[in-house]
């Protein structure tokens, strides 16, 4: 019975993590501005930018590759 019950439980928690495709009329939607992880408070993402230069002591230092020294 327990057996059962957790099989029956994994299968329910694993169907939950499908992938499913983007058509591409709903890229659109899903590139807006509100979508990204800090959409709704821009000043403080501004604040967080500004604590992050100070440290680093460098501009533009927070992108992907490369640093604020100029080493690549």
Known sequence: MIK???ILTSLLL???C???NVQPWEK???A???MT???GNSLFTKFENHIYFSK???KGGG???GGGCGCN
């Open 4 to 6: 059962s019950t957790m």
């Open 14 to 16: 694993l169907t939950g």
């Open 18 to 20: 499908s992938v499913t």
């Open 28 to 30: 659109e939607t899903l």
């Open 32 to 34: 807006k501005d509100t």
């Open 37 to 39: 992880v800090n959409a």
């Open 56 to 58: 680093e002591g460098s």
């Open 63 to 65: 992108g992907v590759a």
